[in-house]
């Protein structure tokens, strides 16, 4: 069964730092996905990102940087020069290609609290 | 695009009761899900929409629990005889191989 692991429960940092969130994954199947969502405190959630397991290539966007490692099985995400708008929940996720619905597994969230 | 559009958005109840929700997609996607969200914990996936025909329900949607999309358009979900570990925020999605969340609806079972 799949599984997303995201061990950091909370990051505090000043604003300005950058800061790494991490996400580990699990999965029998080849062909997958992973995505980054945003939950600031108004609770909507925000789609951020969707990387398929066939492209291992960073992408960056802005402030925002997606390191995809298949070998380590982890899809870590780095905000550089944070922001206080940059303080919300942020969850990892992941759907598997050969499920008719493409659920998504969530982790757990990293809070992710910058302190002006 | 309007994004997804959940009503209500909160919800109090006195354990017993039922309660509907709804959920109205984006237009142009045939996909549509739900998910359960409790405090401190990442959602959870309740059941899948493709048009109108519910395709996959997770173990945690107990038989208290029923989903409609009559016309593949809106949804709905209905809880019966609500108890207080059905507490929750409770968010509707819909899209293609992206999924765009809804602001969801909290319940509150007293």
């Known amino acids: 069964a799949q599984k997303v692991t995201q061990a950091q429960t909370e990051i505090s940092v000043v604003e300005k730092e950058d800061v790494t969130l991490d996400c580990v994954y699990e999965?029998?199947?080849?062909?997958?996905?992973l995505f980054w969502y945003k939950q600031p405190p108004s609770g909507e959630l925000v789609f951020l990102i969707r990387r398929n397991s066939f492209d291992e290539q960073n992408e960056i966007s802005g402030r925002y940087s997606w390191n995809f490692q298949k070998s380590t099985s982890s899809f870590n995400f780095t905000i550089t020069a944070s922001q206080v708008v940059d303080s919300a929940v942020y969850f990892c996720?992941?759907?598997?290609?050969?499920?008719?619905?493409?659920?998504?597994?969530f982790g757990s969230g990293t809070q992710l609290t910058v302190l002006p | 695009d309007t994004g997804v559009s959940q009503n209500p958005r909160h919800k109090i109840t006195k354990r017993g009761q039922n309660v509907t929700f709804r959920c109205d997609p984006i237009?142009?996607?045939?996909?549509l899900y739900w998910y359960r969200q409790t405090l401190g914990q990442g959602p959870e996936f309740l059941t899948y929409?493709?048009?109108?025909?519910?395709?996959?329900k997770s173990r945690l949607l107990s038989d208290r629990f029923s989903a409609e999309r009559p016309k593949g358009s809106f949804s709905t979900l209905e809880i019966q005889r609500t108890e207080q570990g059905d507490s929750a925020m409770y968010l509707c999605a819909s899209g293609t191989y992206e999924q765009y969340f809804g602001p969801g609806t909290r319940l509150t079972v007293t």
């Open positions: 237009s142009e996607h045939n996909r």
């Open positions: 996720a992941l759907s598997e290609a050969y499920q008719r619905a493409r659920q998504l597994t």
């Open positions: 929409f493709q048009n109108e025909a519910q395709l996959e």
């Open positions: 999965t029998r199947d080849t062909t997958y996905y």
